[in-house]
């Protein structure tokens, strides 16, 4: 194109000169051929040079392109040194330039550096060989050299923008064996990629946020900031179901009705008591009765069926053996001779589960099914009632403790999805979902939002269970810290069912200005789409299959969450985890946030591929790595990405 446009320049000059000095050679003056002859040469001089100059003026745009785009592909580059950058741009260079005009130049000709204000600066020299200006002129001699000089110069800014990233990675069973190495290698390479060394911080940081998660995610030293305080047990001050001594039983007739005598037992009608320790007529022990008083020394009895009392017949027709010796009497504080337990202020609700532990004394109480319970009755803020008594409860001595177990509790008393057993799990530093008004937000943690607690499933003998335990791996806030970040990644270990949900909660948590208050050292910058630039990286290699009611894996939690004993009774409060990956990610799309999702060995098509792609900012943006390999490649082209969006020119 360059030589065809000279090469008409030159006919048309050509021609106007010919033209010109047609007409002066037709002129006979002597003064005019004096004149031609001394000014045709300069005007020669100046009509040739100028189509020169005209060319060299568009290669040289070609050439100034060519630079910046060469200095922009070194900017994009993770080097930070003069001969890398310097390669870099080489290779973009030789390609954009070929087929021009410009004549070979060396490496030397470009000069590159990165600046202290991570500016890349690039400086060209090449020569551009000229097509006719180089001919001889008598008594002119040679209008210019055979090439000429072109110089362009380029620079780009390359840290425009502070960088924010959130790797959030699945370290779930599944990512066990090559996986678990892969997802390791390739989060280090993205490491590098992404966040500067410490002397390359300034003006402009790049900060990396991880976020290992199974069946939630470990906050460490967070949890209580970002779920509220857990609330602790109460101490227990006295325990009783009767209200006075026991009285020993002399003799029971075989009667209608039937009369137990008991010297100076100090009961009047309609009171309640329990019978245990006969001998013989061993029918009538261990259950309640109501008293119908006859004397100081005696008393008949009514029992309870279906509502009504009925007088108690020991009669031999009736099943009843004859007594033979022994037996206590003993009055009951309510009808039902239920256990009524003292702690001040104990907070408990009616229905709701407990745990018992360390009481003297009434030490049953501490092992009838585990030490597990449902509050019966809260007569007051200081008592409540346990549905057992009897006299396998000895008397109450002292100490003990009552561990509530609602939601928010240090313990989480429930029944079980498959037996409708009582069970306990205990609270830990890892964390579920957020429900309510804040679910799909980044609002601050406090009261009326905080994020909910994660009472996993605990390795136990009966039912036999390995348990769904929360990772050891805690999250790591934004750092620089090149370090702490590869360290963290290279001591991941795997356990554990998938809740991507949380991790990808997380992941945007990592990054919002609104959960500075939880690690005020490790603080997020505001959103500022012009100044940061906030990514979210999420990395699955399955489905989501793990929500929560109540802090606890629901019943119906997905294939692979767990033993059916390990969940809870009720449903997952927030639905679906797919369901809620989704919604949170319209979110943080919303807030500006780009997001990045990575489906290793994730089959394409599938639904997990297409929620992940939707969940994506583009589909560029959404990686379904099938190897390690194409795990390293796509996370590095994540790097890469994330370096281009914070250059501008």
């Not at 003006?203 to 998660?213: F, K, L």
């Not at 990286?537 to 399955?542: P, S």
Request: charged share 15%.
């Amino acid at each position: 194109m360059i030589l065809a446009n000279a090469s008409t320049l030159i006919r048309r000059a050509l021609r106007g000169l010919y033209f010109l000095a047609s007409r002066l050679a037709s002129d006979r003056g002597g003064n005019v051929v004096m004149i031609f002859a001394l000014v045709m040469p300069a005007l020669l001089m100046i009509t040739l040079g100028g189509i020169d100059l005209n060319r060299i003026t568009t290669v040289k745009a070609r050439v100034q392109d060519a630079l910046d785009a060469a200095t922009l592909a070194a900017a994009r580059s993770s080097y930070t040194d003069s001969e890398n950058l310097q390669k870099v741009a080489l290779v973009a260079l030789r390609a954009n330039l070929r087929g021009s005009s410009v004549e070979p130049f060396a490496d030397s000709d470009i000069k590159i550096v990165l600046t202290e204000n991570q500016v890349v600066v690039a400086d060209m020299r090449v020569q551009v060989k000229t097509l006719v200006a180089n001919i001889v002129l008598p008594p002119y001699g040679k209008l210019m050299d055979d090439t000429l000089p072109v110089s362009v110069h380029s620079e780009v800014n390359r840290s425009s923008k502070d960088i924010e990233v959130s790797l959030v990675l699945d370290i779930t069973g599944s990512m066990g064996g090559s996986r678990i190495r892969d997802l390791k290698n390739a989060a280090n390479q993205l490491i590098k990629l992404v966040v500067q060394p410490a002397e390359k911080q300034t003006p402009y940081y790049s900060r990396m946020a991880i976020v290992p998660y199974s069946i939630g995610v470990n906050l460490g030293s967070w949890a209580d900031g970002a779920r509220g305080a857990e609330i602790s047990d109460t101490a227990i001050t006295g325990a009783a179901w009767a209200a006075a001594p026991s009285q020993s039983i002399s003799n029971i007739t075989r009667a209608s009705p039937g009369v137990v005598t008991a010297n100076g037992h100090n009961l009047a009608s309609n009171d309640y008591v329990w019978i245990s320790g006969v001998n013989g007529m061993t029918q009538i022990n261990d259950r309640i009765y109501r008293v119908v008083r006859v004397d100081a020394n005696r008393v008949s009895l009514q029992y309870q069926s279906n509502g009504a009392w009925y007088t108690l017949n020991t009669t031999s027709g009736n099943g009843f053996s004859s007594y033979s010796y022994g037996g206590q009497i003993r009055k009951c504080t309510r009808s039902d001779c239920f256990v009524t337990v003292t702690s001040r202020n104990h907070g408990l609700s009616e229905g709701e589960g407990v745990a018992i532990s360390d009481v003297r004394g009434m030490t049953a109480l501490n092992t009838t099914n585990g030490g597990l319970y449902e509050v019966y009755e809260r007569p007051t803020n200081d008592t409540f009632v346990l549905p057992v008594g009897g006299a396998a409860y000895a008397d109450y001595a002292s100490d003990g403790a009552v561990q509530c177990g609602r939601d928010g509790c240090a313990s989480r008393v429930f029944r079980d999805a498959q037996y409708n057993r009582l069970t306990r799990f205990d609270n830990t530093a890892c964390v579920s979902e957020r429900t309510g008004s804040a679910a799909y937000s980044d609002a601050a943690p406090g009261a009326g939002t905080y994020v909910g607690r994660n009472y996993p499933a605990m390795k136990r003998s009966s039912p036999q269970s390995q348990g769904n335990p929360c990772p050891t791996a805690t999250i790591q806030p934004l750092t620089s810290n090149i370090n702490t970040l590869t360290n963290l990644v290279n001591g991941l270990s795997v356990t554990g069912s998938t809740a991507g949900q949380i991790g990808l909660a997380w992941g945007w948590y990592a990054v919002s200005d609104q959960f500075n208050r939880l690690w005020p050292s490790n603080t997020a910058a505001a959103y500022a789409p012009t100044k940061v630039l906030k990514a979210v990286i999420l990395m699955t290699d399955g489905e989501f299959n793990t929500p929560y009611c109540g802090g606890v894996v629901a019943r119906d939690a997905g294939s692979g969450s767990g033993n059916y004993y390990d969940k809870i009774a009720c449903d997952a409060t927030n639905g679906d985890p797919f369901d809620q990956a989704a919604r949170l990610c319209d979110s943080i799309k919303a807030k500006g946030v780009i997001v990045y999702t990575v489906g290793f060995s994730i089959t394409q098509g599938s639904d997990a591929a297409r929620i992940l792609s939707t969940c994506a900012t583009d589909k560029d943006k959404a990686f379904l790595p099938q190897s390690g390999a194409d795990l390293s490649s796509n996370f590095q082209a994540i790097g890469r990405d994330i370096t281009r969006l914070r250059i501008s020119r």
